[in-house]
């Protein structure tokens, strides 16, 4: 009976399961498809948040303030409103962009980002997109079409050339009216012809006259020669033979009192020069025809920095405007006494230094007839109206900074203006009320334009110069390694070859103040001084197990620290380097030598700038950090059964590795600007001082950044606008940063 109850009750529905077979059906299926359409609708909003990405690379990294004009353009009209869609940077859903921020840091450049590199944390690990821009004053690069037109290459061609191709042949010297040997008016000249014929290796001397107006005509009252390295060896005031009629003081400087008591001779001066001279010795001036005939020499090796820097149709540039186009250099200043005949030396001899040094294709590149046409129009425009002024400032004068914020202040969208480029007073509370504005007003406007000036102390052209020369000091210090000691019998250039297979060698040398031999070796990029220290430290080389460091200074100590926020910077993400390769004739033949790695996106392999080979290394860029690892892990492995590659993750961010390629290209030129002659030095007591300030500053001047974009509405595009300084004593590329603000992307990870 027992089990048969029990039967009963097993087949009995429970009350639980009746009323669920009771319930409709439809209402669960469309809970389920209701969830459906809810994760899809999360998905897509997911998919269609703004964002960026780039296929910039390597040398591709730097863009035109045309294309940066173009690109916020697009992001605050879209492609509706007559805005080209960019190609260098995509934004991807732009329509659900909620408004764009222009964040302008006035005076501030790529110099600056990186010698304070630790200090602008916030900037390195929020904006991972970054763009070099090219000096302020830099004009549009010539076509390859106009370049073979130019008429620098058309003389020279495109390839370096030693010092002998660029001095003068006797045609040049007698079509260009220089004193020559059998002259008939010059028979009374003093030769210093030499039967040694000038090489690659002879020396240079600038050298630079001024003359006053005598009863016989223009006469000497001033010479200056300077010596290759620009020491003036010589300035002296001369007293002409007939009496002065006129001294043109605006142009020579030269005054009554100045010769009173001057004794020298033309006699003399000539011959002191035929004493100073070498035998091979080659004169380097600006239409140095009448400086020789002033002299009443007869030279026949000369180089002439007006026919040097060749223009069409005969015409010739100002040395005063190759000075500032080329050199930087402010000469010839109108509140000066005259002009000065060792600063005009030292010009004409760095200009060129700085040809022989660059190569006719750089000079060509600096497009100097499109600077002159620009400037004389600037002049005219002074001479016959009064100028156009925009916010002070005449509109031919403006930069492409100034231009570009008219440009986008035009965009037909709610606009918000704030701030400036001047600040009040160092200790002025501008920037804070300016940040403050910023933060009450950005959300009511669709563009923002947001200005924050600079302190007057920090624009000092010799606090830029030191700053250049310590961030140049500092890398230097560590792509620097040396290596030893090494037993007798050891061989450089075995050694060479060891250490070149980390990366290309910039210069090695023997140590000799050691008592065991050791070398120094200068690598191109950071990677390979790493790369030589993690490997060669403490292993047997030449016989002998060494030791590998870097050199200890006050500019190397934090070097560790720095190499490792390198390591992790947003543009060194799904990086890595690669050294040890074959030169090849081509990309395809690169992708031949690589094809074992997978998921690889782009290459970018560097060349030599003076003779196009390739380097040994290259950098390789991966969509991922995971398969950037993975491609890493296979190379090593590779190593480690034998292979001749050596990788690491990549240290050097592409806009540093060209802006230490342009310091190593500067031939003769020094890579410290050039500073007005008379403007002196200032102590370095006070520059250190500045650049103390200049660096609380700029860990001032992150945290502002952090606070606004912290403030922003989500969706919105920011750019950081680095604009670099164009001024007479000092000119550097400015630098440009953008992100879009999204509260709920991952944080970068942590420093």
Not at 327 to 333: C, G, N, T, W
Not at 500 to 521: A, D, L, M, N
Request: hydrophobic share 35%.
């Amino acid at each position: 009976m027992a089990a048969a109850i029990q039967a009963i009750k097993s087949k009995r529905p429970r009350e639980d399961d009746r009323i669920v077979e009771e319930l409709p059906q439809e209402p669960r299926k469309k809970r389920k498809l209701a969830e459906e359409d809810a994760c899809q609708n999360r998905h897509k909003a997911m998919e269609k948040k703004p964002h960026l990405s780039t296929e910039a690379f390597g040398e591709d990294c730097e863009i035109s303030y045309d294309q940066l004009h173009e690109f916020l353009k697009y992001a605050a009209l879209g492609k509706g409103q007559n805005a080209a869609k960019p190609r260098w940077c995509y934004i991807h859903h732009q329509r659900h962009l909620t408004g764009t921020v222009v964040v302008v840091l006035h005076e501030l450049s790529q110099l600056h980002f990186y010698r304070f590199y630790v200090q602008f944390k916030h900037l390195r690990r929020t904006f991972r997109h970054r763009f070099s821009l090219p000096g302020a004053n830099d004009n549009p690069p010539l076509s390859r079409e106009e370049l073979k037109k130019d008429p620098v290459i058309q003389k020279y061609g495109e390839e370096r050339r030693g010092l002998s191709s660029y001095i003068l042949t006797p045609e040049e010297m007698r079509r260009y009216n220089y004193p020559l040997e059998g002259s008939s008016d010059c028979s009374h000249f003093v030769s210093i012809c030499r039967s040694i014929a000038p090489s690659d290796d002879s020396p240079l001397f600038g050298l630079d006259c001024e003359m006053c107006f005598t009863d016989k005509g223009s006469e000497l009252t001033r010479v200056s020669v300077v010596d290759g390295s620009g020491q003036c060896i010589m300035d002296e005031l001369v007293k002409p033979s007939s009496p002065i009629q006129n001294y043109l003081t605006r142009y020579s400087g030269i005054t009554e009192k100045l010769l009173c008591s001057v004794t020298t001779r033309l006699a003399d001066v000539q011959a002191r020069l035929k004493s100073l001279l070498p035998p091979d010795a080659v004169l380097v001036g600006h239409s140095l025809n009448f400086d020789l005939r002033a002299l009443e020499m007869i030279h026949p090796n000369v180089i002439d920095t007006s026919l040097l820097f060749t223009r069409k149709g005969g015409k010739r540039f100002r040395l005063k405007f190759l000075a500032e186009a080329v050199l930087r250099k402010d000469i010839q200043r109108t509140d000066q006494e005259g002009h000065d005949p060792t600063e005009d030396a030292t010009c004409a001899l760095q200009l060129a230094q700085f040809f022989m040094g660059q190569g006719p294709r750089k000079v060509a590149e600096l497009n100097l007839e499109a600077r002159w046409l620009e400037q004389n129009q600037a002049g005219d425009s002074k001479k016959h109206s009064l100028p156009e002024l925009r916010n002070g400032v005449p509109k031919q004068a403006r930069t492409p900074v100034q231009r570009l914020l008219d440009a986008l202040q035009s965009l037909s969208q709610k606009r918000l203006l704030l701030g400036g480029q001047s600040g009040a007073s160092p200790n002025s509370n501008q920037h804070k009320q300016i940040l403050q504005q910023a933060l009450e007003e950005i959300s009511r406007s669709s563009f923002s334009i947001v200005q924050f000036p600079s302190d007057p102390r920090h624009l000092n052209p010799h606090l830029a110069a030191h700053l250049r020369t310590n961030l140049r000091t500092k890398l230097d210090g560590m792509l620097t390694v040396y290596a030893g000691p090494f037993r007798k019998g050891w061989c450089l250039k075995a050694l060479k070859r060891t250490f070149e297979s980390y990366g290309h060698i910039r210069s090695i040398r023997v140590v000799t103040e050691t008592s065991k031999p050791h070398i120094c070796v200068q690598y191109e990029v950071l990677e390979a001084a790493q790369l030589a220290i993690e490997n060669l430290n403490g292993a047997e080389v030449a016989g002998s197990y060494i030791k590998v460091q870097r050199p200890i200074t006050e500019m190397t100590l934090d070097w560790e620290t720095l190499l490792r926020q390198l390591e992790m910077d947003a543009d060194n993400e799904g990086v890595i380097y690669v050294a040890g390769l074959e030169e090849t004739d081509g990309e395809a033949d690169l992708q031949e030598q690589l094809d074992f790695l997978k998921d690889l996106k782009s290459v970018f392999r560097p060349r030599d700038p003076g003779s196009g080979r390739q380097r040994n290394y290259c950098f390789l860029k991966f969509p991922t950090v995971e398969s950037a690892s993975v491609a890493l892990q296979t190379i090593q492995g590779q190593t480690a059964r034998g292979g001749k590659l050596h990788s690491r993750v990549a240290v050097t961010p592409p806009h540093l590795h060209r802006w230490v390629c342009r310091e190593n290209q500067n031939g003769g030129c020094p890579a410290t600007p050039q500073l007005p002659h008379e403007a002196g030095r200032q102590p370095k007591e006070q520059l250190f001082a500045l650049e103390q300030d200049l660096k609380s500053a700029m860990k001032a001047c992150d945290r502002w950044i952090r606070k606004l974009y912290r403030g922003l509405p989500n969706h919105t595009l920011c750019a950081i606008l680095f604009p670099g300084t164009d001024r007479a004593s000092v000119s550097l590329p400015g630098f440009c940063l953008l992100a879009i603000k999204d509260d709920n992307s991952p944080a970068p990870a942590s420093h």
